[in-house]
Each structure stands twice: as structure tokens, then as C-alpha cells.
């Protein structure tokens, strides 16, 4: 199991600092973040937390999965790769047409 460890079903009131002491009593936490969308600036109801080890991580999923974290019980599970983005198109700019007049 890798370190990183995928927080779903958030309240969107927790914080980072919810997240790493919940996830505290199951080991060393290196890193707790969570998500919030740009535009908006609130959570989008998840986030990731890295343990110092894989023992650690698993242990975690396996002892605070279902349990409640400001008041909403949270989904644990192994954090997959993050997927690489697609070009979202444009071509970066200049005059978009072939027109010649």
C-alpha cells in the first residue's frame, strides 16, 4: 500500500488541521490536505494524507475507515497516481482564423 491515503465524503467545514490529528492517533502524519476548488475557494469534500510509512497508512485505512470527522464518517482508500491532463486546446494564442484579405 503506498503512504498516500485518498480522504472521501468530507464535511465542508474540515480542515487541514482536522484531517492530521484525526489521522494522528494512527501514526506519524506527514502531510494533510484538503482540496478546495479554485474558483470558489471551499472544499470539494475530499482530500489525501501522507503517513510516514506504508504500515502507517495501512493501519489508518484499516482503523479510521467509516469513522466520523466533523461530524461525517470519511471513505479511506489507497491514493491512485494522478492522471495526466488533457490539453485543454487554444493553440497559445494569435489570430485563430486563415483568412487572408
Not at 474540515?14 to 484531517?19: E, F, M, R
Not at 490536505?33 to 489525501?48: A, Q, Y
Not at 491532463?85 to 482564423?97: A, I, P, S
Request: no cysteine.
Amino acid at each position: 500500500m503506498a503512504t498516500k491515503i485518498f480522504v472521501g465524503s468530507l464535511a465542508y467545514t474540515a480542515t487541514d488541521d482536522d484531517l492530521s490529528a484525526f489521522f494522528a492517533e494512527a501514526g506519524t502524519v506527514v502531510s494533510a490536505k484538503v482540496i478546495m476548488d479554485r474558483e470558489t475557494n471551499r472544499s470539494k469534500g475530499f482530500g489525501f494524507v501522507e503517513m510516514s510509512s506504508d504500515d502507517e497508512a495501512k493501519a489508518a485505512v484499516e482503523s479510521l475507515n467509516g469513522k466520523d470527522l466533523v461530524g461525517r464518517p470519511v471513505a479511506l482508500s489507497e491514493a491512485r497516481p494522478q492522471a495526466p491532463r488533457e490539453n485543454r486546446g487554444g493553440g497559445g494564442g494569435g489570430y485563430g482564423g486563415g483568412n487572408s484579405y
